[in-house]
């Protein structure tokens, strides 16, 4: 009887009232662990009972890249900016996809855990969290895919492929990815929890979205200044322009642009936060 | 108030939007907005019928829970009954943060762990170990945590042969034994627990209860348990609350309160079944009247053990049933059903009802299986289509003992029916 005074400073209170930003870092770090399960369960069940395991990541990738370089290489012979095309397409498809997939996934976040957050409280962001971090070790397969194909193309072709100092910034470029990814995707999934309607938006959203980002054109082929100007304005273009300068020299790099996907990612982020915390609470008697 | 209450519950209220989501919801919620905007109050919040199902409110809102108060002291067990749709789900969900309330406030001392559910998050392509951690760590374990109970745990499971295989070849027991073990071994100050026992071989729940008991009695732990089952509620718990139609109606020691809640229900049956309003199923026959006799065709006020009784139940046909199937159920006062007399079962033929209007349906037991006591007595008809009427508590039946076996002994027996036999030596 006596022992919860000295034992349980931890007082819980449950109110109706949400604050509007009501993060509790402490709490979350307490749930590091449930994370990284999370992360690992996310990874290791997609390939259970095969025997390839994770190679299984790489056909995706290989395959949009040949559709890529017979469609848009070989029959509508569009510029790679002078890269072998192998090398450009992969670039591209490798770093949008963490962005789509992660985006995907996370904008479910609520529909698909349904099941798991209606009997068991912990913090809901973790789900999201985990998303982006699993499809991060996706990313990272198939990042070593390119790294294949790159080096190839570097040692035996006589293809000119400048590395630069820019790769330094690949931290940089994948921080922001995944930012952009998880506060666009905690936004969509907040509002998708009552009213369905975004959903069926989000699936060719995020496909058209890929033909706004220079993945199978390169930045500089855009004369028209209308036109560049909207690329530009896509978040992830930046990104994947100093995606491929870093690795090949060739591309746009500009700390401007670099800027703006940053500082994008900071908006999305707090407004995707602060939507996820408001339904978070109550979510269950609507979803 | 009481200084060391672990859990403090004021004025604690739930309310429901009843229907589907839909462009009538979004009017709503505009309107809200509108309100809060012009810093009013939200205007859904003042209407809202009483949780009470079997009447259809004039509201689109429900309050599954409205000015709830209660407080739970350090390693109290409570045990949390009352009729489907009292809102005792709402209740744990609330307290295990699923979801918020609408109105009020709950104080906690401690961690709560709750278990709405075992085997929540059980990933089936994953193994035995990888579920162990995986689960554990929703629950709110960490990792080192688990490791340390991690033995414990496959031992109270009894699958240590089976902990390197995908859940999905368990079996169903194997599989909730698992899952329980993991729960079983969390430390929360305040453990939650939904009806799970309902799962799982009696050894199993045997095993189950005396592992509760054990948290709570040996690490002074808190229980709060919600179940239907009296028999496990006076196994377990130490204290009782009652919630009928979303309030709490009683709350006191065991034996009391299971006594107020089987009252509840025997009161019920007092009023003349025509005018019951607690009745579910699709009405094809509504149940009119029930009266009991002796082997001779005489009404009769009490029931004898051992002699002859007729169940004489006259019901209302609205609709032509194809295979009309009765249940009588005799549920004795801590709600266990000590037996039942179903038509399907015991008999070969079909019963042909008439078309429509008013029939006696009887059901003769030659022998009546009851020691002494007060029984309840609850009346269900099916048909093809599913439930057509049911009334708990259709009648309160007094047994007034009887000399069963015809030694002329007294009968004593606290649990199922009076079976006659003989014993010999060899």
């Not at chain 2, 003042?46 to 209660?70: C, E, H, M, P």
């Not at chain 2, 299986?369 to 049911?390: F, W």
Request: proline share 3%; hydrophobic share 45%; with cysteine.
């Amino acid at each position: 009887m006596n022992t919860i005074d000295k034992t349980h400073e931890y007082t819980l209170v449950i109110e109706p009232k949400t604050k509007l930003l009501d993060f509790d870092l402490k709490e979350l770090w307490r749930y590091r662990d449930l994370l990284l399960l999370f992360v690992r369960r996310d990874f290791v069940s997609v390939y259970k009972q095969t025997i390839f395991g994770p190679l299984w990541f790489f056909i995706q990738p290989i395959l949009t890249t040949i559709m890529f370089m017979v469609v848009f290489g070989g029959i509508a012979k569009m510029s790679t900016d002078g890269l072998p095309q192998a090398v450009f397409y992969l670039a591209g498809i490798v770093s949008w996809n963490y962005f789509a997939e992660a985006l995907k996934t996370t904008s479910e976040t609520f529909v698909t855990n349904a099941g798991i957050f209606g009997k068991v409280y912990f913090p809901r962001v973790i789900t999201p969290l985990s998303i982006v971090v699993s499809k991060l070790l996706t990313f990272a397969v198939q990042f070593f895919l390119f790294l294949l194909v790159y080096f190839y193309y570097l040692w035996f072709t006589d293809a000119t492929l400048e590395p630069n100092l820019m790769l330094l910034l690949l931290p940089v470029l994948i921080v922001i990815t995944a930012g952009l990814a998880l506060g666009l995707g905690l936004l969509i999934t907040a509002l998708t929890t009552k009213y369905r309607d975004f959903r069926f938006l989000i699936g060719f959203a995020v496909q058209l979205a890929m033909y706004a980002t220079p993945i199978i054109y390169p930045l500089s082929e855009i004369d028209n200044e209308k036109l560049r100007f909207a690329v530009l304005a896509n978040p992830m273009t930046s990104i994947i322009e100093t995606f491929r300068y870093a690795f090949t020299g060739s591309g746009e790099f500009s700390w401007f642009n670099l800027g703006y996907s940053f500082v994008v990612m900071i908006v999305l982020l707090i407004v995707g936060t602060l939507s996820f915390n408001k339904v978070e609470k109550t979510f269950m008697d609507t979803v | 108030m009481s200084k060391d209450a672990i859990i403090k519950v004021e004025n604690l209220g739930k309310q429901y939007r009843l229907g589907s989501v839909g462009t009538g919801t979004l009017s709503h919620d505009i309107n809200r907005w509108w309100q809060k905007v012009r810093g009013k109050e939200d205007p859904y919040l003042k209407i809202g019928d009483v949780n009470d199902r079997t009447s259809t409110g004039g509201s689109d809102y429900v309050w599954a829970l409205k000015d709830v108060n209660f407080e739970v002291q350090a390693g109290e067990i409570l045990g949390i009954i009352g009729k489907n749709g009292a809102g005792k789900s709402t209740l744990l969900k609330l307290l295990s943060r699923v979801t918020a309330p609408t109105t009020g406030m709950i104080t906690c001392h401690g961690r709560i762990a709750s278990l709405l559910e075992v085997g929540t998050g059980f990933h089936p392509e994953l193994t035995g170990r990888e579920n162990i951690y995986l689960n554990g760590a929703i629950l709110g374990m960490t990792k080192k945590e688990i490791a340390n109970k991690f033995d414990e745990i496959v031992d109270f499971a009894g699958c240590a042969k089976y902990i390197e295989t995908p859940v999905k070849r368990y079996s169903s027991g194997m599989y909730v034994r698992l899952a329980f073990a993991v729960a079983a071994h969390l430390e929360p100050d305040i453990l939650v627990v939904d009806e799970v026992l309902a799962v799982g071989d009696a050894e199993f729940q045997k095993k189950a209860i005396g592992k509760m008991k054990q948290v709570s009695e040996g690490q002074g732990r808190t229980v709060l348990f919600v179940s239907h089952n009296m028999a496990s509620i006076q196994n377990l718990c130490n204290r009782v609350m009652v919630l009928e139609n979303g309030t709490t109606v009683f709350r006191g020691d065991v034996a009391s309160g299971i006594d107020f809640y089987m009252n509840a229900n025997l009161k019920k049956s007092s009023i003349a079944l025509v005018d019951r309003e607690d009745r579910a199923g699709k009405k094809g026959v509504q149940f009119q009247d029930i009266t009991i006799m002796d082997g001779k065709g005489e009404a009769i006020a009490e029931a004898f053990s051992g002699k002859p009784l007729y169940v004489d139940v006259t019901v209302k046909i609205n609709r032509k049933l194809e295979q009309p199937i009765f249940r009588i159920m005799f549920i004795d006062t801590k709600g266990v059903i000590r037996f039942l007399c179903n038509n399907q079962f015991s008999m070969k033929s079909k019963m042909n009802l008439i078309d429509s209007g008013n029939q006696i349906i009887r059901c003769i037991i030659p022998e009546f299986p009851l020691p002494k006591g007060i029984y309840s007595v609850q009346l269900t008809c099916y048909s093809l289509e599913g439930v057509e009427d049911d009334i708990e508590a259709a009648m309160e039946l007094t047994v007034a003992g009887g000399d069963f076996f015809n030694t002329g002994k007294e009968q004593v027996l606290k649990e199922g029916v009076l079976v006659k036999n003989t014993f010999e030596a060899l």
